[in-house]
DNA sequence: TTAACACTTAGCATAATCACTAAGTATCTA
DNA sequence: TAGATACTTAGTGATTATGCTAAGTGTTAA
């Protein structure tokens, strides 16, 4: 089960800065500078984690003019949403397995 | 939104060696030599991936002789999820808001 | 009581990540 | 058309991550 996709966008979202874009792009599109604005780093800096938002998929831009607009994507994240619920289900499978067993076990005792 | 532990998941769940193991953990606990054997890596190395799954929170572990056996812990990714699911409500609450508008548009036009 | 087993520690090499500054390009406004 | 604006590229350094081998510790089985 290698997932490359689901490597990249868990490495993505594991920065601070980055699931800020994310939160500040759900709500709407926005500039580069009006993302960059809340986060103390040099643009270059921040333009860099927007790379990697977009390399991961989870944001995509256009530019006009001088300004590049960008807007969240939001496939990627169901992708994770389906592997956390898939791991859900198998766990609380196993819990009503042990439940039953426990249950099976009680009734042995009476 | 500072939250140091989404850091710590994330990324733990970046590595598609630790996901596997997350993946074998929910479905009951296993022995570091029993995680191991699926992945063509040292065992110095594998433990290391397994270090990061405790630190995480994601694995907890007990050793009985000389068998340390993991068990999976719920509760950080029930904290992702979390997040995503709040992601996806704010996401979905702006498309409502652009359809009701789409809608308004389309009755100004009758 | 030896030998196998199941980790565990230590140390090292390579690569990736994250921050910075300095300087450049393209677009818009006055 | 000069200057401000909005990125964009290039280059540097520090830290962290991921892999390895070699060697060590404690436990169990023969």
Redesign the pocket.
Known sequence: MANERLDLVF?TL??A?RRAVVERLVGGPA????L?APH??????????LK?LETAGLVRSV???????CHIEAAPLMEVQGWLAWQRQVWEQRLDRLDALALSLEKDME
């Open positions: 490495s594991s920065d800065t500039s580069v500078t009006e960059a103390d780093m040099a643009l270059p800096t921040f333009m860099r984690h990697v530019k006009k003019g001088r300004v590049r607009t």
